[in-house]
Every structure is written in structure tokens, then in C-alpha cells.
């Protein structure tokens, strides 16, 4: 790591001496993140940082210089007593995480270091980051990309995929090329994609050896290489787009899990995933229609990888990424071992101050098990230029033991829910040309109720919150989640309560709040993972320059 850092800070010290005389750009962003632990038995706060560690941080500081054509990029990264990357671990690390050096030459760009990327809509390939729920699929390696005009690109690369501080021993190679054209009004956007994984020698022994223990009916040849490959196509004219992609893997050593008894067996498995996707609007109306069918399409570096480690790839999921509280309580993730489904939106504004949405999503799993259901229904009125509302209710099926790991029902919820928006200002006057550090702040408030009701998992849930708005400087918000009628009668009514506050000082924000938090799913992209309940203050810095 030492020696990581002083090639860095050589490579950095010596631009930065030559822009002196030439114009360079430098940038750059810090995030710095702490928590402290509040035990509370009620709500089953029983992790390790509550039990001994008592406080985490994580920070994150990255630079990038940009020079004739050169850009440099490097970040430094620090978890000290972290469950971020591992809800159940309390992590402590910190070094250079990220290190990156682009050149661009002509039509050329050549890119060695860490790097994030992805083949078309990510189904094949997909590096990058993620902060909020602790992921970082970049790649190590080097990347070469040629565009001779605007309507071409190829571009392949060859590296190991981050983890953590350091790499995945496996090996992955890639090639991507996309081409715009047209027929008349008619516009195509077609590319195609090829992806190679090699497992290091390590891992196919311990492969080899598993497969030995097996019946000798299961037992197979593992393969060192997994090949994958994409075909995907746009088409648009007019209003109208559609978008369609077909991904295929070759046989590889997998593992399966039951998803009616959780029980793993070992398997070698080809996997497909086809996925399209229709868009349509026309003056106020809009329309949006998926479908998706997933069969064994596992991409990870390598079989042992869990829960969010060594994934290469992408799936989307086909469900709304709801923002309010109840509503997201029961979030999903597309599932890589298996699914169909089908999601459709429409959206109509009658005029500028009512419009509607409806929402639906079905998902089984292949054998015909509902994984998922939704059917959302939204109204926003504009009362004025003061008042704005949106009324809403939620209806969901959500498969229990699937998505969160452990046996229960499949959870049946209603969920209706209003939000208020009032500008507390008056929004025709005009705001005078003052200085900076003078500018008016313009209060507004912001209330929210929102009712879960079910009878399964934890049971039925209240929820209000109350945000006041000082714009652009001061936020002040205060909420409280009730279990307001548990599913079970012995149950504690649990308050989960939060208070927060956040100020903003031009390009920094400051944030500070308590919160209790419900053991569940968080999303973040359509990317999910189970944590466990929450209690404790959590504060953060973030600012770019």
C-alpha cells in the first residue's frame, strides 16, 4: 500500500508542477460518515458495533487531475468498525482503493487502473459503485476504447474485479461494440457483447473436491471458463422506443438454492436472460411496458461468492422504486436463479395541475410461484403555486422466504398513503440580485402519512413525518414509524422514531440524525440487501470541489 501511495502522490506531485506553466483542472469530493450505537432489545439491535465496538465511520476522498488529454484519478478509503460492507462484521480498513490512468488520443482512450463500465443496459456486464448499501464492482485492469465518429464505438478490456482493498483472483475479459443507423424515420442503436471469466486454480480445487463428495449421478466436470455473450437492439421513431436484449452463458459450476427449503445444492448450469422493454408518450400521456425471463443467468467471479460479493452484472428489476417509507418497506431485487415477469406505468396529466399514475408488476418464479405483485395508483394535484398533493395506495404481494432468506408467509399489504407540499414563501415575488451569503431562504413544509396494513411478517404499520425546508441552507425533519397493530398479540407497538437535520454552505452538506429502524430489505437501483434493525445517531460530511 505504501508503495501504491508514493507512485500516486509522484504522479500527481509531477502534473501538478507542469500545471504551473500549463492549465490543468483538479477536482475532487469528500463523504465522511459516522454512527453511534444505541442498544435497544425491543427492536432487536444485536450486531457487534452494540455490543462492543459502540461507533463506526466510513470516509471516502477522491482526486482527479485533468491535463492535455490525461486524467488521473485516485481515492482513498477508510471503515473503521464498519458493518457497511457486512452488516454482521465490524470492518476496519482504510488505504487506496481506487487509482486510475486515462489517456485520450485521437479516437483512441486508453484507460489503466481501476475503472467502472458496462455493456449496454449492464444484463452482461456491469462495473461500478455504490455507497449507499457498500458495493464497488470496479474493475483492475486496462481498457481500450476506439471511436471513429459518432454512430461507432468498440471497446475491450481485461482485468480482476475489486474486493475491497484488494482483487478477485479470477481473471475476466471483455469486448463491446455498438453502432447507431437508420432506415428512413426509423433509428436503430444495435450492440453486442462478449464476456470470458477464468477461475483461478485455487477455486477449481476446491471445486473439484466438493464435486467428489457428491452422488455420483450429480457429479461433473468443472469448466475453468465461463463464455457470456449479448445482442441488443433500440429501436425508436417518433414517440415510440423499444428496446430488446438477449444474454446467454455457457455451462458453469453454480450453486442452486431451494426457494421453498433453502436447501444448496451444487450444479452445472448454462444460464439465458432475455429482457426488452417498450416506451410510448403523446402529449401528457405516457406509457412504459417490460417483460423479463431470467433462467440460471448467475454471473459472479466466482461460485463462493455471496449475498453481494463478485457480481459481474446487472439484472433490473421489474418493480417500482418507491421513495415514500411503507410503500418501499417490502423492496425487491430481480432474482439471478430465476424469474418472469412483467412491469407496465402509465402516466396521464389531464393538465399542468392534475395528472395520474398506475403502476403494476407481476413476477413468478419459473415454476409458477409469485415471487411479486404490485399495483400502485397515484393522483397529484397542483392546488396552486403554493400547494401541491399526491394521494395514493399500494396493493402488494411480496414472497417472504424468497427474498429475505427465512421461512414466513407471503406477505399481503395495503398501503395508502398522502404526501403535502406548501411553500410557506410567496412564489411570485422576485427574489433580489444579492450577494452571496445573502440570498433568501425560502421556507417550505412537507408532511407525509402513510398506513400499512397486513397481517403477516411484523404486521400492520403507521407513519407521519413533518419536514420543514429553509432553502438552499437549513432541512429539519422529524418522523415516526408505529407497529401499530403487531401480527402477533404478545408483540410489543414499537415506535420507530427519527429526528434529522441537514445544512448546506454552498457545495457542502452537513447532516446529523436519530433514528430506530425496522430489520428489513434496503434498496438502493434496484439493488437490495437484508440489514438488520437499527438504533443510534448518524452524522455525515459531504462536499466536492
Not at 459503485?129 to 464505438?153: C, H, K, W
Not at 459450476?253 to 448454462?270: E, G, K, M, S
Amino acid at each position: 500500500m505504501l508503495k501504491k501511495l508514493i507512485i500516486i502522490l509522484f504522479i500527481f506531485g509531477s502534473f501538478l508542477a507542469k500545471a504551473q506553466d500549463d492549465k490543468g483542472h483538479l477536482s475532487g469530493d469528500v463523504m465522511i460518515n459516522t454512527t453511534v450505537y444505541d442498544r435497544d432489545t425491543v427492536i432487536g439491535t444485536n450486531t457487534t458495533q452494540y455490543l462492543h465496538e459502540k461507533s463506526s465511520a466510513e470516509a471516502w476522498f477522491t482526486l482527479n487531475y485533468r491535463i492535455d488529454g490525461w486524467s488521473f484519478t485516485t481515492r482513498f478509503d477508510l471503515y473503521n468498525n464498519s458493518p457497511l460492507l457486512n452488516p454482521s462484521e465490524a470492518y476496519t480498513a482504510q488505504g487506496l482503493a481506487f487509482y486510475q490512468i486515462d489517456k485520450k488520443i485521437d479516437k483512441w482512450e486508453f484507460t489503466a487502473g481501476h475503472f467502472y463500465d458496462q455493456f449496454g443496459s449492464g444484463i452482461l456486464f456491469r462495473a461500478y459503485e455504490d455507497r449507499l448499501i457498500g458495493i464497488d464492482y470496479a474493475m483492475l485492469g486496462v481498457r481500450v476504447q476506439y471511436t471513429p465518429n459518432d454512430s461507432f464505438m468498440i471497446k475491450a478490456f481485461t482485468g480482476e474485479q475489486k474486493n475491497r482493498f484488494g482483487v478477485w483472483p479470477q481473471v475476466m475479459k471483455g469486448i463491446n461494440s455498438e453502432k447507431i443507423w437508420g432506415i428512413g424515420n426509423v433509428g436503430f442503436l444495435t450492440g453486442v457483447g462478449f464476456l470470458n471469466r477464468t477461475l483461478d486454480q485455487a477455486t477449481m480445487n476446491t471445486l473439484a473436491n466438493e464435486i467428489n463428495t457428491l452422488p455420483y449421478a450429480q457429479r461433473f466436470i468443472p469448466m475453468y471458463n465461463m463464455y457470456a455473450g449479448t445482442i441488443y437492439n433500440t429501436i425508436t421513431f417518433k414517440n415510440f422506443s423499444l428496446y430488446t436484449e438477449y444474454a446467454k452463458k455457457s455451462q458453469e459450476a453454480v450453486f442452486i438454492t431451494d426457494p421453498t427449503t433453502n436447501d444448496v445444492t451444487l450444479q452445472n448450469l448454462p444460464g439465458d436472460v432475455f429482457y426488452t422493454g417498450l416506451n410510448y408518450s403523446f402529449y401528457g400521456f405516457g406509457i412504459t411496458l417490460q417483460y423479463k425471463k431470467i433462467n440460471s443467468f448467475i454471473m459472479r467471479t466466482t461460485p463462493y461468492a455471496t449475498i453481494l460479493d463478485g457480481i459481474m452484472d446487472y439484472l433490473p428489476a421489474l418493480s417500482r422504486q418507491n421513495s415514500l417509507r411503507l410503500p418501499a418497506l417490502y423492496s425487491v431485487s430481480a432474482q439471478a436463479q430465476g424469474e418472469q415477469g412483467i412491469q407496465g406505468d402509465v402516466t396521464y396529466s389531464i393538465d399542468k395541475h392534475n395528472s395520474f399514475d398506475v403502476n403494476g408488476s407481476y413476477i413468478n418464479l419459473p415454476n409458477g410461484t409469485a415471487l411479486y405483485r404490485e399495483i400502485f395508483g397515484e393522483y397529484i394535484k397542483t392546488f396552486s403555486k403554493r400547494v401541491k398533493g399526491e394521494f395514493g395506495i399500494q396493493s402488494l404481494v411480496y414472497n417472504f422466504q424468497v427474498y429475505e432468506g427465512h421461512p414466513g408467509d407471503v406477505v399481503h399489504t395495503i398501503t395508502p398513503f398522502v404526501e403535502m407540499s406548501i411553500r410557506l414563501d410567496d412564489p411570485n415575488k422576485i427574489s433580489p440580485d444579492v450577494s452571496e451569503g445573502k440570498v433568501p431562504l425560502r421556507p417550505s413544509i412537507r408532511f407525509e402519512l402513510q398506513y400499512l396494513s397486513t397481517k403477516q411478517d411484523s404486521g400492520s404499520y403507521a407513519y407521519a413525518l413533518v419536514e420543514l425546508n429553509l432553502a438552499p441552507r437549513y432541512s429539519f425533519a422529524i418522523s415516526d414509524m408505529y407497529n401499530i397493530i403487531p401480527s402477533h398479540t404478545t408483540a410489543d407497538k414499537i415506535n420507530y422514531y427519527s429526528a434529522f437535520f441537514a445544512y448546506t454552505q454552498k457545495q457542502t452538506r452537513f447532516t446529523i440524525g436519530y433514528a430506530k429502524q425496522v430489520a428489513g430489505v434496503i434498496c438502493t437501483g434496484g439493488v437490495c440487501r437484508v440489514e438488520p434493525a437499527f438504533s443510534g445517531v448518524r452524522a455525515g460530511i459531504t462536499t466536492n470541489f
